[in-house]
T-cell receptor, first 119, second 111 residues
Framework: GAVVSQHPSWVICKSGTSVKIECRSLDFQATTMFWYRQFPKKSLMLMATSNEGSKATYEQGVEKDKFLINHASLTLSTLTVTSAHPEDSSFYIC???????????????FGAGSRLTVL | QKEVEQDPGPLSVPEGAIVSLNCTYSNSAFQYFMWYRQYSRKGPELLMYTYSSGNKEDGRFTAQVDKSSKYISLFIRDSQPSDSATYLCAMFSGGSYIPTFGRGTSLIVHP
């Protein structure tokens, strides 16, 4: 499967500031990437589908102006949390669809995640 | 009723025990089934992937799918403290690579 690098792994910011999280597909050109949010002891919640060269597709209830997604190249997608507030504190994880190799077609490979703490 | 149900645990077992983790689901269109392992503060990593019903074995791990009962299981033999993690089941129907996840089961294997 793909190798996915996510940065930063942990970020602390003040309320009202913006934070950018990067997701890189190191060995696979990904036209699509997914962004998830995970609360403690909760499952993964799909936030949006990032599409290279076009607008992201957001899931219902996710504020597109709050969570800006840019997929400028086949190996990089970014999630920017704008004007962050304490309720935005969470674990954000990106993922890349599989390549149909030994792991099976269409299986997601995840980044290591980014923990955001907004003070 | 959620599409995928998974007991969050925690499930605490002694080292060497056989562990059984389970998920039930309601959508009969699901055909692809996966188990991910997630260590604390890390992203999920794929453990097992199966298509349709049947068993699949990989080392100490065995995945079972019973589509008639809409029930999937992951068995871990000779469990080790390093197996302590959250295990998430996931599944999707053909033509979609956006899986539906269970909420995860926290497993603790104590020495």
């Amino acid at each position: 499967g793909a190798v996915v690098s996510q940065h930063p792994s942990w970020v602390i910011c003040k309320s009202g500031t913006s934070v950018k999280i990067e997701c890189r597909s190191l060995d696979f050109q990904a036209t699509t990437m997914f962004w998830y949010r995970q609360f403690p002891k909760k499952s993964l919640m799909l936030m949006a589908t990032s599409n290279e060269g076009s607008k992201a597709t957001y899931e219902q209830g996710v504020e597109k102006d709050k969570f800006l997604i840019n997929h400028a190249s086949l190996t990089l997608s970014t999630l920017t949390v704008t004007s962050a507030h304490p309720e935005d504190s969470s674990f954000y994880i990106c993922s890349v669809p599989g390549t149909g190799g030994a792991g099976g077609a269409n299986v997601l490979t995840f980044g290591a995640g980014s923990r955001l703490t907004v003070l | 009723q959620k599409e995928v149900e998974q007991d969050p645990g925690p499930l605490s077992v002694p080292e060497g025990a056989i562990v059984s983790l389970n998920c039930t689901y309601s959508n009969s269109a699901f055909q692809y089934f996966m188990w991910y392992r997630q260590y604390s503060r890390k992203g999920p990593e794929l453990l097992m992937y199966t298509y349709s019903s049947g068993n699949k074995e990989d080392g100490r791990f065995t995945a079972q799918v019973d589509k008639s009962s809409k029930y999937i299981s992951l068995f871990i033999r000779d469990s080790q403290p390093s197996d302590s993690a959250t295990y998430l089941c996931a599944m999707f129907s053909g033509g979609s690579y956006i899986p539906t996840f269970g909420r995860g089961t926290s497993l603790i294997v104590h020495p």
